[in-house]
Nanobody
């Protein structure tokens, strides 16, 4: 079992940058494939980025490819999302997610979610 807490949300202007972090507590962090999802007002939750247990593979939604970078530090039990060139349509609550397989992590089918952190991009 793992508990996830996101940090780093905030408000920025268009073109700005933010770095989100997800801290995990519990055992066996390296057992988990991790992902970032987001939910914009009035919209469904959507996949943003995912990373394998050892950081060797990463995946991105087309909408963020080239702007966002996912990473993890297993020694610190943490995952990160570096977000650059932020746009107003990136405004959403961002959630950290953990699963036991890469497909589940990418599909949001794992058991563990953080509480979310708000990112607001002003136009």
């Amino acid at each position: 079992q793992v508990s996830l807490v996101e940090h780093g949300g905030g408000s920025v202007e268009t073109g700005g940058s933010l770095r989100l972090s997800c801290s995990a507590s519990g055992n066996q962090f390296t057992s988990y494939y991790m992902g970032w999802f987001r939910r914009a007002p009035g919209k469904e939750r959507e996949f943003v980025a995912g990373i394998s247990w050892n950081g060797g593979r990463d995946y991105y939604a087309d909408s963020v490819k080239g702007r966002f970078t996912i990473s993890r530090d297993n020694d610190k039990r943490a995952m990160y999302l570096e977000m650059n060139d932020l746009q107003p349509n990136d405004t959403a609550v961002y959630y950290c997610h953990a699963a036991f397989s890469m497909p589940d992590a990418l599909g949001g089918a794992g058991l563990y979610w953080g509480q979310g952190t708000q990112v607001t991009v002003a136009s």
